[in-house]
Nanobody, 124 residues
Framework: QVQLVDSGGRFVQAGGSLRLSCVAS????????MAWFRQAPGNEREFVAG????????IYEDSVKGRFTISRDNAKNTVYLEMNSLKPSDTAVYYC?????????????????WGQGTQVTVSS
């Protein structure tokens, strides 16, 4: 089992920045691929960014490329999502997630463990 606790969401003005954090416990973090998803009101949960177990490979959803950066610190069992140039369309609940097995993927159903979510609200 893996427990994920995500945090860092808050209200921010458009153009601002935030850093989300997700702390993992229960299994060797350095073996896990990790990802961030988000869900806006009335929408399905969507993939945002993913990172492989050692941090050398990352993938992003097109709308966040160049603005968001996913990273990890295996010594702290933590994955981060640095978000810059925030837009109102980035408003959502953000979730970190990890698959039981396998590398990074964009498909929600491949992820077994989820954080509780952290709210990001971007005002215009």
């Amino acid at each position: 089992q893996v427990q994920l606790v995500d945090s860092g969401g808050r209200f921010v003005q458009a153009g601002g920045s935030l850093r989300l954090s997700c702390v993992a416990s229960g299994r060797t973090f350095s073996t896990l691929s990790m990802a961030w998803f988000r869900q806006a009101p009335g929408n399905e949960r969507e993939f945002v960014a993913g990172i492989n177990y050692n941090g050398r490979n990352t993938i992003y959803e097109d709308s966040v490329k160049g603005r968001f950066t996913i990273s990890r610190d295996n010594a702290k069992n933590t994955v981060y999502l640095e978000m810059n140039s925030l837009k109102p369309s980035d408003t959502a609940v953000y979730y970190c997630a990890a698959p039981r097995f396998g590398g990074i993927a964009r498909v929600e159903s491949l992820y077994d463990y989820w954080g509780q979510g952290t709210q990001v609200t971007v005002s215009s």
